[in-house]
């Protein structure tokens, strides 16, 4: 208990650091997330070790509070209105960038493996199962990332809606997608039979259950706007539906082998979908986001530059920097034909890769299951993968700053100010 309570003053005292050097960086033009990260990365067990290694993991609770009320800030982005008038150009970006990445990465670590001799080792078809899932894992986007973004530049407009809309869909489709591809990679590594019904209702299966959680608690959430408490009281019942949803998932798949199981991050998504769409007081909902909002961003993105293995980037440099490119390239394909056939405006177009650069959580979580999956391989693939995640992670967030400026959605920007912005998550 000492040392939960130690780990906790730590991240406290980083968190104003992380303030400070957000600030700063805000003045040459960069995100505030960005300062928050790079204090993590500088204060985490690779570099300065203020905070160890230990003590991000034990500060999970910690993490999963903040990256709920960052869920809930993506899905009141989600008018169903803007959804409803953009959904041919979020159904063809989303195809088209998903089919572009998996399609280049498969066939880039295809041939990497061949050339190379890594992973050939393997029994069967591994060599496929490696591509396949290393260009499954790399298709994540970092919905959290975005959001902080769009929050700080206030940016709202066609171009925002269809980033944010793919972004989260996008992670939807991969809970599906990885949980059959993980059954396909079992079968090409050691002939195991193919439980095909096993692996399609499975992820169903989780996704209902995410779905009646979120309407279980945008029920909350709607009920909790509509009171007379105090707006305090409100935003903290928020945060407590939140980390109850990503306890109750961490219960559920304990105690059941995870046949039943739950998508935390989903499920409080659409919670805050409904209670964006639904409820009649919406302001009231938006004043508790923002009420709480800007000390989950220090929190969470603090914690993630601190998680950050940066060895493995020293390790797998050069791997990793030829994914990176191919990934970059694969954003920009997707995204131009996806806004061709959507008929989107080019200039948007052009810098439309920018949104969809940022990789976090959903990325690094997955590269660890499959390090716990595929034990003989899978540290090798987890640290690969990390290693591009990084640097996507790293490089995403002003990428996107910089398009929201362009397409002239970031309210907060102001040309006559240089470089300076207003921040609207600033501590309050």
């Not at 005292?13 to 400070?20: G, K, P, R």
């Not at 591809?181 to 019904?197: K, P, Q, R, W, Y």
């Not at 716990?372 to 090798?380: A, C, E, K, Q, V």
Request: proline share 4%; net charge neutral.
């Amino acid at each position: 208990m000492l040392t939960i309570v130690l780990h906790v003053s730590q991240v406290i005292l980083l968190s104003f650091a992380s303030h400070s050097v957000g600030q700063f960086l805000r003045k040459w033009s960069l995100p505030i997330i960005s300062g928050y990260l790079l204090t993590g990365i500088l204060s985490g067990p690779y570099v300065l070790v203020m905070i160890s290694g230990e003590a991000t993991a034990s500060l999970r609770m910690l993490d999963e509070l903040a990256l709920s009320c960052i869920a809930f800030a993506a899905g009141s982005e989600l008018h169903l209105q803007e959804l409803r008038a953009h959904s041919r150009a979020i159904l063809y970006t989303l195809a088209a960038l998903m089919t572009a990445t998996f399609t280049l990465l498969f066939t880039t670590m295809l041939i990497f493996t061949e050339v190379s001799g890594m992973f050939r080792s393997l029994p069967g078809y591994g060599r496929l199962a490696v591509c396949l899932l290393t260009s499954t894992v790399l298709m994540a986007r970092s919905p959290a990332s975005a959001i902080a973004v769009v929050k700080e530049l206030r940016a709202s407009g066609p171009f925002t809606t269809i980033a944010l809309s793919v972004s989260v869909a996008m992670d939807v489709v991969l809970i599906m997608l990885f949980s059959v591809n993980v059954d396909v990679a079992h079968t090409l590594l050691a002939g195991m039979e193919f439980h095909s019904i096993a692996s399609v209702v499975m992820p169903f299966g989780k996704l209902i259950t995410s779905f009646l959680v979120g309407l279980l608690v945008g029920k909350l959430l709607e009920f909790t706007t509509a009171s007379r408490m105090p707006l305090a009281g409100k935003s903290f019942l928020m945060v407590f539906y939140g980390f109850t949803v990503f306890f109750m998932a961490e219960t559920l798949r304990e105690r059941t082998s995870s046949i039943i199981d739950i998508e935390p991050l989903l499920a409080c998504v659409l919670a805050s979908v409904l209670a964006t769409n639904i409820t009649t007081h919406r302001d009231e909902y938006q004043a508790m986001l923002d009420m709480v909002l800007p000390r989950a961003n220090i929190v969470f993105f603090t914690l993630a530059g601190a998680s950050l293995a940066i060895n493995t980037l020293v390790d797998t440099y050069w791997l990793a920097m030829m994914l990176f490119v191919v990934r970059l390239c694969a954003l920009w394909i997707g995204t131009q034909v996806g806004g061709y056939m959507a008929s989107l405006p080019q200039d948007h177009s052009r810098i439309r890769w920018m949104a969809f650069v940022t990789q976090a959580g959903v990325a690094m979580g997955l590269a660890r299951q499959v390090s716990l999956i595929f034990p003989t391989w899978g540290p090798s693939f987890a640290s690969m993968v990390i290693s591009v995640v990084v640097l996507n992670e790293m490089l995403g967030p002003p990428l996107f700053r910089y398009s929201l400026v362009r397409t002239g959605e970031a309210k907060a920007f102001e040309p006559s100010d240089g470089p300076e912005l207003k921040s609207v998550i600033a501590d309050k």
